[in-house]
């Protein structure tokens, strides 16, 4: 290590005169001894604490003689009971190194090893005038710590922020606490905002002025006198504090101080109960192939606490587009008092820390979406367990190809669904060194921090879902000069099914122009220059991952055929040899609705994929929340809001501005609660930490599934309902009117909605009965007849004459409450069975699937051609209604219903809902029959065999999307 001190004796003659020449001030010649740790990145972090803890509670600092702060002193003002300040008050230790740095000019970098630490008491400082130092120490409540370590990390810096007797904890045992300690902590937030002209930039406020020895005074922030009145849970507090440590009212806990700062309540955020399985025999009864486990015996994905990827030193960056969501959370999730709240709705009487709110930041959201989530999603990792076991079928004679062929396979899945690790490893290693597959998607160091083994880190980008450096980094590939084709045909041949374009590695993408944001902070902090794209604005970004193009394995090219759209548009030379199928298709059926903007760009209907899944507006009924603008900064770091520091930038470069329109949530929100309520009840075994850090707020995922289900009721689709007696029978017409901008359901497959209808004699004095019903489900969400049986196409069940299984066909009229309509694709495998393989569906049989207004047969431009325009098209029954086929986007279904003799038909009433199901029971049995003995299939079993849906918006595992009713005339 550099003993700094040494070296500085050699200019201090100069430096001596110098001062004493202009102040009369004679400086100090000695700065006492470096630290004895080693450099924070040669340990692990928790190995490092051991030492740091140890080195802080023994107070070795002073021993070795640093300097030290002129006396406590306050970080902000201290009014009517409320402190104002960045840290608590604080007296600052500073090992030699930086002192001969300060004293030099700050001219050239901080070496390695040297350290600052912060003793942080209960404000205001003047609580302490007149103590020694011991009787100091015995009211210190924690330290905030800087260790200089250059070559771990963009800023350079590790970060402690631990209590006075602090322990040493593994975050990674439930829940998942926050670590205190590392790279890369929120720290950075606002010691981002530092600058000293001229010269060399270290992320420090420390000055001269603040130190005892040298000339100068420390920053005055007013200090009224309100911090002396005594309070219900406070002994009397005066100027003069007694010898005897038994004052309670000095001895506050970190976590009260943290409530008084800016500062996220480190040591006591809340911790969430675990759920209690609530194991149901009836799923056991059902889905019989795999047996109950206990919590103990099913695979556990890594914590999220593993999830830590930093920026490394600028040298290395060009290589480094992304970083885990926890780097861009500490500016971009929620603040709270006494600088905020920023992009934080308090619900209640309070807004410090912990306080009931609405959490409506970036990060906040986010996290709780299918997006944020992609990368733990059980359900996708099932799915995927079930197509590496139909491939290892496919390939039985053939062991070699089958591995070849299950490699690819993975990696082209885990291009979106574990995106920055793929694209990370591509970038490190090439296409032809290995493939990205799930043993990198579970690695997990025990140490997340670590620098010395890389691989870790791919894990780590995977498992973080498709997060901020992936969306912020996409840019358009640039299409040949010669290629005379419309853009859109190239990007589809180029740029889906994940195959993103990332531009400069340093730069990351937002919405608002460049003389509109302050770059300064985020550039200081990470690295990542923000600049105004456009391409963040439009749908065709998100049509990377929302155009999803893959082969149909069972179904190899004949010999002589001629590639379609879909084989030149396949990136895995492996793949080229089989015909292909658009699995997922959301972008182009944007194109095909009158809400598309690509064709037309004037057009006034349009709405593109962010309008709708990234809302400008809130809404949640339960806590009576209607916000129909939201006007807040999009970001929280030490600007022009915050009490003044030493060497902060010029104050036009920390502009972040309070955006009365145009800040867009990350909500992302579809339908899919059943997710979110996995992760809601079984967050020890996803790995997710349930309570936000930054805010203390409990309450995300709830409001999360309040928005989505607030999605459900008001924007996806409405229902009428007619009906009226033709003779005997009772005629019910139906209309379903889709309101989204491509079809509904969309996405995966195996999603989808279904009516159910009733009809009910209404007695004045008894009760209600059911005459009639079509679409009941019972408590697993399967489909039953009149007397409560499973329908015998809920499961595909063999026809008994006919060489098929039994299916729901698109009616355009139903008769018997066997009969149910269901909007849903339906696919057949090469050995014409009915499957929910993404890569065997060779023919779609049923695809009825609402489609959306302004849905044209020949498309809005003949850009948009071929199989991928056929992958907007309706399935064979469907086409032939033309109803549905009219382009406004709706369905009509005539229910000619027979009834009893014996109904009073002037007691009836006709009622309709439509409900959504993103996991219906037959594609459960398929998962879990597919591949029972694999852990991803076997722990998705696990939660939905232990998963309470009662008192929830999808009891009965479904989403009730809308409703109506009518009296029969």
Same mark, same amino acid.
């Given at each position: 290590?550099?003993?700094?001190?040494?070296?500085?004796?050699?200019?201090?003659?100069?430096?001596?005169?110098?001062?004493?020449?202009?102040?009369?001030?004679?400086? !100090?010649?000695?700065?006492?001894?470096?630290?004895?740790?080693?450099?924070?990145?040669?340990?692990?972090?928790?190995?490092?604490?051991?030492?740091?803890?140890?080195?802080?509670?023994?107070?070795?600092?002073?021993?070795?003689? =640093?300097?030290?702060?002129?006396?406590?002193?306050?970080?902000?003002?201290?009014?009517?009971?409320?402190?104002?300040?960045?840290?608590?008050?604080?007296?600052?230790?500073?090992?030699?190194?930086?002192?001969? =740095?300060?004293?030099?000019?700050?001219?050239?970098?901080?070496?390695?090893?040297?350290?600052?630490?912060?003793?942080?008491?209960?404000?205001?400082?003047?609580?302490?005038?007149?103590?020694?130092?011991?009787?100091?120490?015995?009211?210190?409540?924690?330290?905030?710590?800087?260790?200089?370590?250059?070559?771990?990390?963009?800023?350079?810096?590790?970060?402690?922020? !631990?209590?006075?007797?602090?322990?040493?904890?593994?975050?990674?045992? *439930?829940?998942?606490?926050?670590?205190?300690?590392?790279?890369?902590?929120?720290?950075?937030?606002?010691?981002?905002?530092?600058?000293?002209?001229?010269?060399?930039?270290?992320?420090?406020?420390?000055?001269?002025?603040?130190?005892?020895?040298?000339?100068?005074?420390?920053?005055?922030?007013?200090?009224?006198?309100? =911090?002396?009145?005594?309070?219900?849970?406070?002994?009397?507090?005066? +100027?003069?504090?007694?010898?005897?440590?038994?004052?309670?009212?000095?001895?506050?806990?970190?976590?009260?101080?943290?409530?008084?700062?800016?500062?996220?309540?480190?040591?006591?955020?809340?911790?969430?109960?675990?759920?209690?399985?609530?194991?149901?025999?009836?799923?056991?009864?059902?889905?019989?192939?795999?047996?109950?486990?206990?919590?103990?015996?099913?695979?556990?994905?890594?914590?999220?606490?593993?999830?830590?990827?930093?920026?490394?030193?600028?040298?290395? $960056? $060009?290589?480094?587009?992304?970083?885990?969501?926890?780097?861009?959370?500490?500016?971009?999730?929620?603040?709270?008092?006494?600088?905020?709240?920023?992009?934080?709705?308090?619900?209640?009487?309070?807004?410090?820390?912990?306080?009931?709110?609405?959490?409506?930041?970036?990060?906040?959201?986010?996290?709780?979406?299918?997006?944020?989530?992609?990368?733990?999603?059980?359900?996708?990792?099932?799915?995927?367990?079930?197509?590496?076991?139909?491939?290892?079928?496919?390939? +039985?004679?053939?062991?070699?190809?089958?591995?070849?062929?299950?490699?690819?396979?993975?990696?082209?899945?885990?291009?979106?669904?574990?995106?920055?690790?793929?694209?990370?490893?591509?970038?490190?290693?090439?296409?032809?060194?290995?493939?990205?597959?799930?043993?990198?998607?579970?690695?997990?160091?025990?140490?997340?921090?670590?620098?010395?083994?890389?691989? =870790?880190?791919?894990?780590?980008?995977?498992?973080?879902?498709?997060?901020?450096?992936?969306?912020?980094?996409?840019?358009?590939?640039?299409?040949?000069?010669?290629?005379?084709?419309?853009?859109?045909?190239?990007?589809?041949?180029?740029?889906?099914?994940?195959?993103?374009?990332?531009?400069?590695?340093?730069?990351?993408?937002?919405?608002?122009?460049?003389?509109?944001?302050?770059?300064? #902070?985020?550039?200081?902090?990470?690295?990542?220059?923000?600049?105004?794209?456009?391409?963040?604005?439009?749908? $065709?970004?998100?049509?990377?991952?929302?155009?999803?193009?893959?082969?149909?394995?069972?179904?190899?090219?004949?010999?002589?055929?001629?590639?379609?759209?879909?084989?030149?548009?396949?990136?895995?030379?492996?793949?080229?040899?089989?015909?292909?199928?658009?699995?997922?298709?959301?972008?182009?059926?944007?194109?095909?609705?009158?809400?598309?903007?690509?064709?037309?760009?004037?057009? !006034?209907?349009?709405?593109?994929?962010?309008?709708?899944?990234?809302?400008?507006?809130?809404?949640?009924?339960?806590?009576?929340?209607?916000?129909?603008?939201?006007?807040?900064?999009? +970001?929280?770091?030490?600007?022009?809001?915050? !009490?003044?520091?030493?060497?902060?930038?010029?104050?036009?470069?920390?502009?972040?501005?309070?955006?009365?329109?145009? *800040?867009?949530?990350?909500?992302?929100?579809?339908?899919?609660?059943?997710?979110?309520?996995?992760?809601?009840?079984?967050?020890?075994?996803?790995?997710?930490?349930?309570?936000?850090?930054?805010?203390?707020?409990?309450?995300?995922?709830?409001?999360?599934?309040?928005?989505?289900?607030? $999605?459900?009721?008001?924007?996806?689709?409405?229902?009428?309902?007619?009906?009226?007696?033709?003779?005997?029978?009772?005629?019910?017409?139906?209309?379903?009117?889709?309101?989204?901008?491509?079809?509904?359901?969309?996405?995966?497959?195996?999603?989808?909605?279904?009516?159910?209808?009733?009809?009910?004699?209404?007695?004045? &004095?008894?009760?209600?009965?059911?005459?009639?019903?079509?679409?009941?489900?019972?408590?697993?969400?399967?489909?039953?007849?009149?007397?409560?049986?499973?329908? &015998?196409?809920?499961?595909?069940?063999?026809?008994?004459?006919?060489?098929?299984?039994?299916?729901?066909?698109?009616?355009?009229?139903?008769?018997?409450?066997?009969?149910?309509?269901?909007?849903?694709?339906?696919?057949?495998?090469?050995?014409?069975?009915?499957?929910? &393989?993404?890569?065997?569906?060779?023919?779609?049989?049923?695809?009825?699937?609402?489609?959306?207004?302004?849905?044209?047969?020949?498309?809005?431009?003949?850009?948009?051609?071929?199989?991928?325009?056929?992958?907007?098209?309706?399935?064979?029954?469907?086409?032939?209604?033309?109803?549905?086929?009219?382009?406004?986007?709706?369905?009509?279904?005539?229910?000619?219903?027979?009834?009893?003799?014996?109904?009073?038909?002037?007691?009836?009433?006709?009622?309709?809902?439509?409900?959504?199901?993103?996991?219906?029971?037959?594609?459960?049995? #398929?998962?879990?029959?597919?591949?029972?003995?694999?852990?991803?299939?076997?722990?998705?079993?696990?939660?939905?065999?232990?998963?309470?849906?009662?008192?929830?918006?999808?009891?009965?595992?479904?989403?009730?999307?809308?409703?109506?009713?009518?009296?029969?005339?």
């Amino acid at each position: 290590m550099r003993h700094s001190w040494i070296y500085g004796l050699l200019w201090l003659p100069w430096f001596c005169g110098a001062i004493h020449g202009e102040t009369g001030f004679d400086p !100090p010649t000695s700065f006492g001894k470096p630290s004895p740790l080693p450099l924070p990145g040669s340990l692990n972090v928790a190995d490092y604490e051991q030492q740091l803890f140890e080195f802080l509670n023994r107070r070795h600092y002073k021993a070795l003689g =640093w300097f030290y702060d002129k006396r406590v002193r306050d970080t902000g003002p201290y009014l009517n009971g409320k402190y104002y300040g960045t840290h608590p008050a604080v007296s600052i230790y500073y090992s030699p190194e930086i002192i001969d =740095w300060l004293v030099a000019g700050k001219q050239d970098a901080i070496p390695d090893g040297a350290m600052i630490i912060k003793e942080q008491y209960e404000p205001p400082a003047a609580r302490y005038e007149g103590l020694d130092d011991d009787e100091l120490f015995a009211h210190l409540s924690s330290w905030t710590v800087m260790v200089k370590d250059a070559k771990s990390s963009h800023d350079g810096w590790f970060w402690s922020n !631990p209590a006075k007797d602090q322990q040493v904890v593994d975050n990674h045992q *439930y829940p998942f606490d926050h670590p205190i300690s590392g790279f890369g902590i929120y720290c950075v937030r606002c010691h981002a905002s530092t600058q000293t002209k001229g010269a060399t930039n270290e992320f420090t406020f420390a000055s001269l002025r603040n130190i005892k020895g040298f000339p100068g005074e420390p920053l005055l922030f007013r200090v009224d006198d309100s =911090w002396r009145k005594v309070t219900d849970h406070e002994e009397p507090v005066g +100027a003069e504090i007694p010898e005897d440590e038994s004052n309670a009212g000095l001895l506050v806990g970190v976590e009260q101080l943290a409530a008084d700062t800016s500062h996220p309540r480190c040591s006591n955020s809340p911790h969430p109960e675990l759920c209690q399985p609530a194991l149901s025999q009836e799923f056991l009864t059902l889905f019989p192939s795999i047996a109950a486990r206990t919590r103990d015996q099913v695979l556990y994905f890594p914590p999220v606490t593993h999830d830590w990827v930093v920026r490394r030193p600028s040298s290395e $960056q $060009q290589t480094q587009p992304f970083v885990t969501s926890n780097q861009c959370m500490s500016c971009h999730a929620g603040l709270m008092e006494p600088f905020g709240p920023t992009m934080f709705v308090p619900t209640g009487e309070h807004a410090e820390y912990g306080s009931e709110g609405v959490h409506l930041s970036p990060y906040g959201e986010w996290r709780w979406t299918p997006m944020g989530l992609a990368g733990r999603d059980p359900i996708f990792h099932a799915q995927l367990e079930s197509e590496i076991e139909l491939m290892r079928e496919d390939f +039985a004679d053939d062991p070699e190809q089958a591995k070849i062929h299950v490699d690819n396979l993975v990696e082209t899945c885990l291009t979106c669904h574990g995106a920055m690790g793929k694209h990370q490893f591509t970038l490190d290693h090439g296409n032809s060194s290995g493939h990205f597959g799930m043993e990198h998607v579970m690695l997990a160091s025990n140490d997340p921090q670590s620098q010395s083994d890389k691989d =870790w880190h791919y894990g780590a980008l995977a498992r973080d879902g498709i997060s901020c450096t992936i969306c912020h980094q996409m840019q358009p590939r640039e299409q040949p000069a010669d290629d005379h084709r419309h853009y859109l045909e190239f990007f589809l041949e180029t740029s889906i099914t994940g195959n993103i374009h990332v531009g400069n590695a340093n730069e990351l993408h937002g919405p608002f122009k460049d003389e509109e944001i302050s770059p300064y #902070s985020m550039e200081h902090a990470l690295g990542f220059k923000p600049k105004f794209n456009p391409y963040i604005k439009q749908s $065709q970004m998100c049509g990377t991952c929302h155009v999803v193009n893959l082969p149909i394995v069972d179904k190899p090219l004949a010999e002589g055929e001629e590639p379609d759209e879909l084989i030149a548009a396949e990136q895995n030379p492996l793949f080229k040899k089989y015909s292909h199928h658009v699995e997922q298709a959301t972008y182009l059926e944007w194109l095909n609705s009158e809400f598309e903007n690509e064709f037309n760009p004037d057009n !006034p209907q349009a709405q593109t994929c962010q309008d709708c899944h990234m809302a400008r507006d809130y809404h949640n009924d339960d806590l009576d929340l209607h916000l129909e603008n939201i006007e807040t900064r999009i +970001a929280a770091i030490q600007d022009d809001t915050f !009490p003044d520091a030493e060497n902060l930038v010029d104050q036009k470069e920390l502009k972040i501005r309070h955006r009365k329109e145009g *800040y867009s949530r990350h909500n992302f929100r579809g339908l899919n609660v059943f997710l979110l309520e996995m992760f809601n009840q079984f967050d020890d075994v996803l790995g997710v930490r349930k309570y936000d850090f930054m805010t203390g707020s409990t309450e995300d995922i709830p409001h999360a599934i309040a928005d989505f289900v607030h $999605q459900a009721r008001n924007d996806v689709a409405t229902l009428t309902v007619e009906a009226s007696l033709e003779g005997k029978e009772l005629v019910a017409t139906v209309d379903v009117q889709n309101k989204v901008g491509h079809r509904f359901p969309s996405g995966v497959g195996f999603r989808r909605a279904f009516i159910e209808l009733l009809v009910v004699e209404k007695p004045g &004095s008894t009760k209600e009965q059911i005459v009639w019903s079509s679409g009941r489900t019972n408590e697993l969400g399967v489909l039953v007849d009149a007397e409560g049986k499973p329908l &015998s196409s809920e499961f595909f069940a063999e026809h008994p004459t006919e060489n098929t299984q039994i299916c729901q066909h698109h009616h355009e009229v139903i008769t018997s409450p066997e009969q149910v309509q269901i909007y849903e694709t339906l696919l057949h495998s090469g050995k014409h069975k009915y499957t929910t &393989s993404f890569i065997h569906g060779s023919d779609v049989i049923k695809d009825n699937r609402l489609l959306p207004r302004g849905w044209k047969a020949e498309g809005p431009g003949p850009a948009l051609r071929g199989e991928f325009l056929k992958a907007t098209h309706p399935g064979p029954m469907a086409k032939k209604d033309p109803r549905y086929t009219d382009g406004s986007g709706s369905d009509e279904v005539v229910y000619r219903i027979k009834l009893p003799a014996d109904i009073n038909r002037k007691q009836l009433e006709v009622r309709a809902k439509l409900y959504y199901q993103a996991i219906p029971p037959y594609f459960l049995q #398929s998962l879990f029959e597919t591949a029972p003995n694999g852990p991803a299939t076997q722990r998705l079993h696990y939660i939905c065999s232990n998963i309470d849906l009662s008192g929830t918006p999808i009891e009965n595992w479904k989403l009730e999307v809308t409703s109506a009713k009518a009296k029969v005339e």
